[in-house]
Nanobody, 125 residues
C-alpha cells in the first residue's frame, strides 16, 4: 500500500521559512499528481498546493500564493513545499497526499486517495 512520509515541520517565527518534504513509496510516482493540505485545530482540512506529474503545472490556494512553492523530484519520489514569509495563520498540521490522476486541477480532500501522517508547523508571532 502507498506510503507517504512528511518531514521538515517545526517552530518558526513569523516571516521565516520552512521546507517540507514528502517521501513517497509503493506507487508509480510519475503517474500521480501530488498535493499538500493542512489542518488547523478546530478547522477542516484545506487545500494548499498541487503539482502535476511532470512538475510543470502547479496550483495554489489563494492564501499561500506567492509565498509557498511546491516542487517534485521524480527520480527520488519526493515532493517538497517551500514555505516563505510564514504567518501565524499558517500554523497547522501539513499533509502530503497522492492523486491517481496525473494532471488537472483537483483540490478537494476527496480527490486524493492516500495520505501521510502529517507534520506540525507552528508559526509564532
Amino acid at each position: 500500500q502507498v506510503q507517504l512520509v512528511e518531514s521538515g515541520g517545526g517552530l518558526v517565527q513569523a516571516g521565516g521559512s520552512l521546507n517540507l518534504s514528502c517521501a513517497a513509496s509503493k506507487l508509480t510516482f510519475t503517474t500521480h499528481a501530488m498535493g499538500w493540505f493542512r489542518q488547523a485545530p478546530g478547522k477542516e482540512r484545506e487545500f494548499v498546493a498541487r503539482i502535476n506529474w511532470s512538475g510543470v503545472t502547479t496550483f495554489y490556494a489563494d492564501s499561500v500564493k506567492g509565498r509557498f512553492t511546491v516542487s517534485r523530484d521524480n527520480a527520488k519520489n519526493m515532493v517538497y513545499l517551500q514555505m516563505d514569509s510564514l504567518k501565524s495563520e499558517d500554523t497547522a498540521v501539513y499533509y502530503c497526499a497522492a492523486d491517481r490522476r496525473s494532471s488537472g486541477r483537483w483540490v478537494g480532500v476527496r480527490d486524493y486517495y492516500a495520505w501521510g501522517q502529517g507534520t506540525q508547523v507552528t508559526v509564532s508571532s
